[in-house]
């Protein structure tokens, strides 16, 4: 019965989206979450088999969303690609209300698992609705792999019956490699990135209504992602810690996405002092997203914590010098040489944030470092360009399609 109600509501996704208001659309999601998790407590798919099935490897994950996400999906999708392994790709989508438009894979994709290896790119708490939907069949006997990234140092335990899927867990860095192996005796193996940033001349600084002629820093986050982790509040207070009155040659570009009106007002009156602040909350391509980041002369994140930092990665690859917090999984590709990387005090949570628990352990970024930073390459461009070069040659030999490809053949051979 789960099932069908699941399958009905995916069908009518479209209607409902337009009908409910975004809270009621989340309880309704918790309902089934809750109760669909129970399923994944009593799940016992059959012992891997490794002749039960060919050798190759169906990759499960959202390869059609904008989401962050779905851009993982497909960053993984290209490496398993020049891998030469068999592989088929099966796009998920969850009950969200996330858009699901890419089309990068859109002539590759298959409903038809047809090999041994299940690589699974949905996050545990979406886990539930990917086990009704695929159904157990699609587990049983096949050696399952979940690729998942997480922002914190402990592992929650609501997600715990996830991993009575996995006989290994995969992830893009250390940081939250650490966190799953306490939790799992299963192994635990970091697969890096490979960076790529594809970006259109015609996607210019005219094109977003932004100031050609002054240094723009920019900041970005997604709702989905959290507002509170991603913090732009500490990105705007470090911008105006570092201009307490605004300067005409100087501009700072917010991108938000996905985020409540409300929420962008707070944001617009916290900087309403400021005449060169720009705003940008339309939906972006992925190569428009690109492109706005290569327009800026500097990024900035102060988050709290990153699971692995993409965004920071590819300013970094475009040669754009990136201050950043110094915590969590961006520290395993950011320097102090190659990133203006900001000291931090670790803090519990006081409250709870879903997913993240009261006391979990956050980063509290000094925001008068950062403004620092902001002053620096406003005043030394040609320091700015030093740590951007710097920048790019570090992830250009770091995080590659050669080395990716190279450790998931690897670990796949040992898998076989």
């Given at each position: 019965m789960l099932k069908l109600l699941l399958a009905a509501a995916l069908k009518i996704k479209p209607l409902l989206v337009k009908l409910l208001p975004r809270g009621v659309l989340r309880r309704v999601k918790l309902l089934f979450v809750n109760k669909?998790?129970?399923?994944?407590?009593?799940?016992?798919?059959?012992?891997?088999?490794?002749?039960?099935?060919n050798d190759g490897v169906n990759l499960i994950g959202p390869l059609t969303s904008i989401m962050g996400l779905g851009q993982s999906s497909r960053i993984l999708a290209k490496a398993l690609e020049q891998t030469g392994v068999p592989l088929a790709l099966?796009?998920?989508?969850?009950?969200?209300?996330?858009?699901?438009?890419?089309?990068?894979?859109?002539?590759?994709?298959?409903?038809?698992?047809?090999?041994?290896?299940?690589?699974?790119?949905?996050?545990?708490?979406?886990?539930?609705?990917?086990?009704?939907?695929?159904?157990?069949?699609?587990?049983?006997?096949?050696?399952?792999?979940?690729?998942?990234?997480?922002e914190s140092e402990e592992f929650p335990v609501e997600w715990m019956p996830a991993l009575n899927l996995a006989n290994e867990v995969w992830t893009p860095a250390e940081f939250s490699a650490r966190a799953l192996r306490k939790v799992t005796d299963n192994p635990v193996t970091v697969i890096p990135y490979h960076i790529e940033v594809p970006i259109e001349d015609k996607f210019n600084r005219a094109h977003f209504k932004l100031p050609k002629d002054k240094f723009l820093l920019l900041c970005s986050y997604d709702s989905?992602?959290?507002?509170?982790?991603?913090?732009?509040?500490?990105?705007?207070?470090?911008?105006?810690?570092?201009f307490p009155l605004e300067r005409s040659d100087c501009a700072l570009a917010v991108k938000i996405g996905g985020a409540p009106k409300e929420e962008i007002?707070?944001?617009?009156?916290?900087?309403?002092?400021?005449?060169?602040?720009?705003?940008?909350?339309?939906?972006?391509?992925?190569?428009?997203?690109?492109?706005l980041v290569n327009c800026c002369d500097a990024y900035i994140s102060l988050h709290r914590a990153e699971g692995f930092g993409l965004v920071l990665a590819e300013a970094m690859y475009l040669g754009k010098p990136v201050i950043a917090t110094n915590w969590s999984a961006n520290t395993e590709f950011m320097n102090n040489e190659n990133s203006c990387l900001v000291n931090y005090e670790l803090k519990p949570l006081a409250r709870a944030i879903k997913p993240f628990k009261a006391g979990a352990m956050w980063a509290e970024a000094d925001v008068n470092q950062a403004a620092g930073y902001i002053r620096l390459l406003y005043e030394n461009s040609e320091r700015g360009a030093e740590i951007g070069r710097k920048a790019a040659e570090s992830i250009r030999q770091e995080l590659n399609l050669e080395n990716s490809t190279m450790v998931i053949k690897e670990r796949l051979g040992e898998i076989w």
């Open positions: 669909a998790s129970m399923e994944l407590v009593h799940a016992n798919p059959k012992p891997f088999c490794g002749v039960a099935y099966i796009n998920h989508q969850p009950l969200s209300v996330q858009k699901f438009t890419d089309a990068t894979f859109a002539d590759k994709l298959t409903d038809r698992p047809g090999y041994n290896i299940n690589i699974i790119h949905i996050n545990p708490h979406e886990l539930p609705f990917a086990y009704l939907q695929l159904g157990k069949e699609v587990f049983d006997s096949r050696y399952n792999i979940m690729f998942w990234l997480w989905s992602s959290l507002k509170y982790r991603k913090n732009p509040d500490g990105a705007i207070n470090a911008y105006k810690k570092a007002a707070d944001l617009r009156k916290s900087l309403s002092a400021y005449a060169n602040v720009y705003f940008i909350t339309d939906y972006l391509s992925k190569i428009e997203m690109n492109s």
